[in-house]
């Protein structure tokens, strides 16, 4: 599988637009070169780089087989979120406390059309019981005071 963006390429930095320090909406993503077997997919966000913890931005899981992207802001119907680092179930957009920090885009493709996922660590044991690919898109980000030491 392929994922990408139109909001940014793999590797570079994610538009203001899409975190703390602007609208805090999801970046557009889309993937392609799905495996046929595929029945539902699953997404999470996370920053590695955050002191102490790897931080979780975003799940989405139970996105139906026939979807190809996720538009900027949008949740596709019938996907559900689980609750984030921020003990939410909605995008929270990278808001590093220093430097520029790389954020994660990890798209599963599952062997289920449905799963039930409450936080990280449940999004990780459904995904390893029923992944058949996975694909990743990096993005970075600093606050404006931050890019500067870059």
């Known amino acids: ?5 139109e909001d940014f390429e793999d590797g570079n930095f994610i538009p203001k637009d899409c975190t703390c320090e602007g609208k805090n909406v999801s970046p557009h993503l889309a993937w392609s070169e799905v495996p046929e077997e595929t029945e539902s997919f699953a997404l999470i966000m996370e920053d590695p780089d955050a002191p102490l913890i790897t931080w979780t931005h975003w799940i ?4 139906q087989k026939e979807i190809r992207e996720l ?6 119907e019938r996907a559900k979120q689980a609750k984030n680092s921020f003990r939410v ?15 994660l885009f990890k798209l599963y493709a599952l062997d289920v059309d449905s799963v039930e996922i409450y936080n990280r660590k449940s999004f990780y044991r459904e995904v390893n019981r029923h992944k058949i690919e996975e694909c990743i898109l990096i993005g970075r980000y600093g606050k404006k005071r931050a890019q500067i030491f870059k």
């Not at 538009?71 to 596709?76: L, Y």
């Open 1 to 5: 599988m392929k994922l990408r963006s």
């Open 60 to 63: 989405v899981y139970n996105i």
């Open 71 to 76: 538009k900027r802001g949008e949740v596709p």
């Open 89 to 103: 179930k909605e995008y929270r957009g990278p808001c590093p406390p220093f430097g520029i920090h790389r954020y």
